[in-house]
């Protein structure tokens, strides 16, 4: 889930938390509940230690504790302590309305530590299972929210765990994905069903001692009750999303066109073997062996590739070219690639895995906030790799981040850290679109200098450039870009 999905998931929450679908980065109170002062958009603790870490997140961004600073010492300590005592720290939610009003570097510092304890939580969890609808993963934020992403008796983990563990046998369903549990195909909109099930069962009578007082839990079931609407009103994808966007970007780059090519496989006489699916899989460098466990994975089988796997498995691990004993790779490739939903979703998670994920990691890292700056970043793992050798997409962030010893102000909205320097994001990106600009047309690595093909692609910064220009910083139902041949084109999510 990425994109205005991601704003919509937050909302929704925020209608249980708060009542409204505003963000309340001013809000701030002592609840009287052993917690110290809450406050921030996701209830934030000066007594279990999350009100902290926004604080130290803060000085992160800014370099300096604001007008926090004469409390740092004992939020540290009570944070560290779990101590629920206000003394020394009266002026705590002055400090934080003031900031949460206005200052955007202490917004972002709340956005990424809820980020990091409870959406990124849920991510992961969403991933380990394939679940790909926006339904499913905002309703495993909103009890990572609510009940916490650990294992604890009530925690999210351990709701998934108890979900997992009512499935026996296949359960078929009409989501368009499958997910697999203890071994059985079990569709997502199923899956989901139960996991609704098993938490509201949690709310109506918690196991741990903390969530009884009050009968308060009991009186939540709407947030369950509400997505269970949702999934009744078939609205499974919760928005467009601007990975789809940033993808069709890059297929036309990569294929001339915004289709998604998981049935094409031929050799190309690049010593990688059969290249193949929507990210140029190869037989010799051990990815489209991923897709093939992946998809084994999901459908429990290697299907019409079991005959090969053997061989596929040993040209992977070696790097071999050959095609010997695997004559009949692409035309199984093509045809599973063609209409088989498990085949096409296993190539759909290495894409991810490999690329998409690496770049979704390094765009968390640098605190960015704006579509056209990830999908960037996409495009560059795709072309160059997500590593850091010379020409990959680390290094190329290095190189970038290098280049900055001094603040950097910009009209974008979003400010980085970099280097202790604030650097406005869309300058930021500019250089970056700059250095890769300059690797495109003179790679360092010996494996991307031949034929100047890499200097023929500049058209893929080009056209990055094109947007920053339009000023489409953000992506919801379409964007502008230019093509192979720098003619405007739209690229529509749907």
Request: glycine share 10%.
């Amino acid at each position: 889930m990425c994109g205005c999905a991601k704003d919509i998931a937050i909302k929704i929450t925020g209608i249980y938390e708060n009542g409204d679908t505003d963000v309340h980065y001013d809000y701030c109170e002592n609840l009287d509940d052993g917690r110290g002062f809450t406050a921030g958009i996701a209830g934030f603790c000066s007594g279990t230690g999350d009100g902290w870490m926004v604080i130290e997140e803060y000085k992160r961004l800014t370099g300096s504790y604001g007008e926090f600073e004469s409390m740092a010492s004992t939020l540290e300590k009570y944070a560290t302590d779990g101590s629920d005592s206000t003394s020394g720290i009266e002026d705590y939610c002055s400090a934080w309305e003031k900031l949460g009003k206005s200052d955007k570097d202490f917004q972002q510092a709340q956005d990424n530590i809820r980020d990091q304890l409870y959406y990124d939580p849920a991510e992961q969890a969403s991933n380990t299972l394939g679940a790909r609808l926006d339904v499913t993963q905002g309703q495993l934020f909103d009890t990572a929210i609510q009940h916490g992403a650990g294992d604890d008796a009530d925690g999210m983990q351990a709701l998934i765990t108890n979900t997992n563990k009512s499935f026996s046998s296949d359960q078929s369903g009409d989501s368009g994905n499958t997910l697999n549990v203890n071994g059985h195909k079990v569709d997502e909109i199923v899956w989901l069903k139960k996991f609704i099930e098993v938490r509201t069962a949690d709310l109506k009578n918690p196991k741990e001692k903390d969530n009884q007082g009050g009968n308060y839990w009991a009186q939540t079931t709407y947030r369950t009750e509400s997505y269970s609407y949702i999934i009744d009103q078939k609205d499974g994808t919760l928005c467009g999303c601007a990975k789809d966007i940033a993808i069709k970007i890059t297929g036309v780059y990569e294929n001339s066109d915004t289709d998604v090519h998981y049935s094409y496989c031929e050799m190309l006489p690049d010593g990688r073997g059969f290249t193949a699916g929507i990210a140029g899989f190869c037989t010799g460098t051990g990815d489209a062996w991923m897709v093939i466990e992946e998809y084994k994975r999901i459908a429990g089988s290697y299907g019409d590739f079991q005959s090969m796997t053997t061989t596929l498995k040993k040209y992977a691990d070696d790097g071999d070219e050959s095609s010997d004993g695997i004559e009949n790779y692409c035309s199984v490739w093509k045809d599973l690639g063609k209409s088989d939903k498990n085949f096409q979703q296993a190539q759909d998670n290495i894409r991810d895995q490999l690329y998409y994920d690496p770049a979704e990691q390094a765009s968390n890292k640098l605190g960015l906030q704006l579509d056209v700056t990830q999908g960037q970043l996409f495009d560059t793992a795709i072309e160059h790799g997500a590593g850091d050798d010379a020409d990959g997409m680390q290094a190329l962030i290095g190189y970038t981040n290098e280049s900055f010893d001094s603040d950097q102000p910009g009209d974008s909205g979003s400010i980085l850290n970099i280097n202790g320097h604030k650097v406005d994001e869309i300058v930021w990106l500019k250089k970056f679109i700059e250095i890769r600009t300059d690797d495109l047309k003179h790679p360092k690595e010996k494996d991307n200098q031949g034929g100047d093909y890499w200097a023929q692609t500049i058209y893929r910064t080009e056209s990055y450039s094109f947007i920053i220009d339009q000023k489409e910083y953000m992506w919801t139902i379409s964007v502008k870009i230019l093509d192979t041949d720098r003619k405007e084109m739209a690229i529509l999510e749907h």
